[in-house]
């Protein structure tokens, strides 16, 4: 599971930077949907990382409440997973 959230935050990171790349040059971008389908499969905190980083898309409440919002929930659902794996009844 560590390894899965590593690569897909890292890969996150990337493509934050890759889109603001194409931004500069106006080149085709990566869609939207995508960063956030990225973020929904876990890649939330290598998203955040790379907005502010990349000083990208930080100004669309898409991203600047919705990126933290997904973080925020994905915390909440593993604390809860590990709580509830560990708990002995």
């Not at 790349?21 to 990382?49: P, V």
Request: glycine share 8%; net charge positive.
């Amino acid at each position: 599971m560590y390894t899965y959230l590593f690569v897909i935050n890292f890969i996150a990171f990337i493509v934050m930077g890759i889109d603001k790349s194409k931004a500069r040059k106006g080149k085709w971008r990566i869609s939207e949907n995508t960063l956030i389908l990225i973020a929904i499969i876990g890649g939330s905190c290598g998203m955040l990382i790379g907005m502010y980083y990349f000083r990208h898309k930080t100004k669309h409440n898409l991203f600047t409440i919705g990126i933290p919002s997904i973080l925020i929930i994905q915390i909440i659902l593993i604390v809860y997973f590990l709580y509830n794996m560990f708990t002995i009844y």
